[in-house]
């Protein structure tokens, strides 16, 4: 059978000895920039020596070297001068981050933003795209505020407190009951309930503003924009700048979540102003509120509909007057519904559910269908007028297919919130079934609950499929691993075949995620239709099913019961591992895992996504290597692990002309192209990379076929520069026993590139490869004060 090669250290194309300067050219200074991937660490274990300095920097993300290293000096193959970029607090550092886990449908919903395919000639369809993205992100928080109205408004203070038997039973909640007291009229129950929601919008607001002073407020060195060309995306100066846009997002957002509160207000109310009962002042006025909000709800359609991205530029327009007063004047308008609520209404008793909950939830999953479509369609038609080797996975549907994660995550962490609270103020029967003392939550979001298991059903069946196709390619490959090794002689032993094929294999389930989010995003649509069909009756799926065949009925009541219990249990879980985080710093590293991957992308759809963390880690980056090549005219190569790879190659094309001829880049372990090509190929497709090898022709890429994550560019040579790639290198090292290593090398996958004497070959060739092609002119960096860089640091 044919061996697949595997690339062997000491090739070094462009020669060189790794030394720096020569008989005609004094030494100059040489250093590394290292820059870590996913789960972080420590600048001692990146430098592999404890005593380390900051040189600068701040305590969420900064640069150290080895404090025998703090002067400049020529590049020592020996002893490496390197510099460390420490990231990781960006993400996990603060507490605080722990409560990033309420917003991940908000992040996944940002990250359907970044997956359209490039829109060469379908400037219409980009526009309809993001318009799309962000009304349905607009609609997550929607889903999100009335989520916790339906906990406040509905459950506690409608149905429970409406309640004598459940009020009875809920000692902080029969102050609240039925009664002569004050607070014993529904209105005035809502209204101090509706303070819950309303508090969570302000804490959203909060967090978006603390993030967006600390990440969106750093701005990468001023440069004139590229001129003419096939310049990549990520190479305009405004694309890492988006201040503005998330400062607009955000009030809109913020008064959207307040107006939800209100209208969720007005129609309780409504329904009793407007019945025989009713009076005739609070009738009115409750009319003239409900046009002030249906106003309100345009206004912030419209808003929605104007906050595009400018990237050509750092976006650093002023905010709309209009923008800016959006909040204020929703939270004056809720204040006028709280005391319209609160007013006293002789006769009126809560019974059943709040008015309107029942329909609230069936309209938004409605409307986050159409939007879906029409992302879909507008997401299509660019991905077939896309170049064909910039077509992206699942035919350009990626986005839709992660908004519909996004938009499902929404609804079953809402309904499991809602049946858990259900559950807790009636644990004597469940609620809305015969014998309960509250209705529970809407229909719609006990249907919800009911689909979860066969979801997880095919979740199973997907998993089982891809281990068993991962075994079977473990077994085709093991009588070839030998072959990869032709230097050493020796006998092949079944045991370490097996684990190195099986580690190729496992790793090349990657290359089939696509199908498998396709298939798992397919079956969520279709359960979620059922789901809101089925709600349409009015009954519980236990109950609507009840007169069906036997097995039918059973399996509607296991699953109801089964969905009702894991959605409890996934509320516990998350409460479970925010208690965790938030007490150990390791906990939250582990956690930040999920925000390192998720939120490198900028907030262009909503604004209380997690930040952006390269917003942040971009600018340090390029102003690093700017001022430091400026000041000392000397070269750097930037080395880059896995996402680090990924902050190395944006910061590269931050920079201008003049200071990329002092740089080289070394990506190891790199997912540009195997999972950023594939997922976001406007931004890192075949041709953006290309013209990334065009800017930065010194440029060289390592990767293993044990590497679940890292994989090849697969950019060709060009111009006189070589191809970038080389891989796959050896994992394990070696096979066998040698004489130089007595003891069996582990098969490292996606961990310690620099372990593979590759690895040093490569960065001296890249510092050789700097220092022949050194330019006459210096790098072009503006006069900043405070900037960092310096002849020593």
Do not use: K
């Not at 506690?156 to 029969?174: H, K, L, N, P």
């Not at 950019?715 to 970038?724: F, H, I, L, Q, T």
């Amino acid at each position: 059978m044919a061996i697949e090669g595997i690339a062997r250290p000491g090739a070094r194309p462009g020669g060189g000895t790794g030394t720096a300067g020569g008989a005609d050219h004094p030494p100059e200074p040489a250093m590394e920039l290292l820059v870590h991937g996913v789960g972080g660490t420590t600048a001692g274990e990146m430098l592999g020596d404890p005593r380390v300095t900051r040189v600068t920097g701040d305590d969420t993300a900064s640069i150290h070297r080895r404090t025998d290293d703090l002067e400049d000096r020529p590049w020592d193959d020996r002893t490496p001068l390197r510099e460390a970029y420490c990231w990781c607090n960006l993400t996990s550092g603060d507490a605080s981050r722990v409560l990033w886990l309420l917003l991940l449908p908000f992040m996944i919903v940002n990250l359907a933003h970044w997956m359209r395919p490039p829109s060469r000639g379908a400037r219409r369809s980009h526009t309809v795209h993001d318009v799309l993205l962000r009304l349905l992100a607009l609609s997550l928080t929607v889903l999100f505020v009335a989520g916790v109205c339906a906990v406040s408004l509905d459950l506690v203070a409608w149905q429970c407190a409406g309640s004598a038997a459940c009020a009875a039973d809920t000692a902080w909640i029969e102050p609240f009951g039925p009664g002569e007291g004050w607070w014993s009229r529904p209105g005035r129950r809502l209204a101090l309930a509706a303070l819950l929601p309303a508090g969570l919008v302000v804490l959203l607001w909060w967090l978006s503003y603390r993030t967006w002073s600390a990440y969106e407020s750093a701005s990468p060195p001023p440069r004139p924009r590229p001129d003419g060309g096939d310049h990549a995306t990520l190479s305009l100066p405004g694309f890492w700048y988006g201040r503005g846009l998330v400062a607009r997002l955000r009030a809109t957002h913020t008064a959207a979540g307040l107006l939800t509160v209100a209208t969720a207000l007005l129609v309780a109310t409504g329904e009793y102003d407007r019945g025989p009962d009713g009076g005739t002042g609070t009738q009115a006025a409750g009319w003239l509120l409900t046009a002030v909000t249906a106003a309100a709800w345009a206004v912030v359609t419209v808003q929605q509909l104007r906050h595009g991205r400018t990237e050509e530029e750092p976006d650093e327009r002023p905010e709309p007057p209009a923008a800016r007063a959006l909040p204020w004047g929703a939270l004056a308008l809720l204040g006028l519904v709280l005391a319209h609520a609160a007013w006293d209404r002789p006769g009126w008793e809560a019974a059943g559910r709040l008015p309107g909950a029942a329909g609230v939830f069936p309209v938004l999953m409605l409307v986050q269908v159409v939007l879906i479509v029409g992302l879909a369609l507008a997401a299509h038609r660019m991905h077939r007028r896309a170049p064909r080797e910039d077509r992206g996975a699942l035919h350009g549907l990626g986005g839709a297919c992660v908004a519909v994660l996004a938009c499902g995550l929404g609804g079953i962490l809402t309904a499991g919130v809602a049946q858990r609270v259900a559950d807790w103020l009636d644990p004597a029967a469940v609620p809305g079934e015969p014998g309960a003392v509250i209705a529970g939550p809407p229909i719609v979001l006990t249907w919800a609950a009911a689909v979860i298991p066969p979801l997880l059903a095919v979740v199973l069946v997907l998993a089982v499929a891809a281990l068993v196709h991962a075994f079977r390619e473990a077994r085709r490959l093991a009588p070839g691993i030998t072959g990869r090794y032709p230097d050493e002689q020796v006998e092949p032993l079944r045991e370490r075949s097996r684990a190195i094929a099986s580690a190729i294999a496992l790793a090349r389930l990657t290359d089939r995620v696509s199908l498998l989010i396709g298939l798992l995003t397919g079956t969520a649509l279709v359960l979620g239709v059922v789901a809101a069909a089925g709600s349409a009756t009015g009954d519980t799926p236990s109950r609507a099913l009840d007169d069906g065949p036997a097995a039918v009925s059973w399996l509607a009541d296991a699953c109801q019961e089964l969905g009702s219990w894991l959605l409890g249990a996934g509320v516990l879980l998350v409460l479970a591992l925010g208690r965790w985080a938030y007490r150990d710093a390791s906990a939250r590293r582990t956690v930040g895992i999920l925000w390192d991957v998720g939120t490198f992308w900028p907030r262009a759809a909503h604004p209380f996504a997690p930040p952006c963390y390269a917003e942040r880690a971009v600018p340090d980056l390029s102003w690093r290597m700017a001022t430091w090549a400026e000041a000392t005219r000397g070269r750097l190569v930037i080395s880059g692990h896995s996402q680090g790879s990924v902050l190395a190659a944006a910061a590269v094309w931050q920079l201008d002309a003049a200071t990329r001829a002092r740089i080289g880049l070394l990506t190891h372990g790199s997912p540009l192209a195997r999972l950023y090509g594939r997922w976001f190929p406007a931004y890192f497709g075949p041709r953006a990379l290309a013209a990334l090898h065009r800017d930065m022709p010194r440029w060289r890429n390592l990767w293993r076929d044990t590497d679940p994550i890292g994989g090849p560019v697969g950019v060709a040579a060009v111009d006189g520069a070589p191809a970038v790639d080389l891989g796959p290198l050896a994992d394990p090292l070696h096979y066998g026993r040698t004489p130089r290593r007595p003891l069996p090398e582990p098969i490292l996958g996606h961990a310690d590139y620099a372990a593979d004497p590759a690895f040093g070959a490569e960065r001296a060739a890249l510092f050789d490869r700097v220092a022949a092609t050194g330019p006459e002119a210096s790098p072009t960096v503006p006069a900043r004060r405070g900037a960092a860089g310096s002849t020593g640091p």
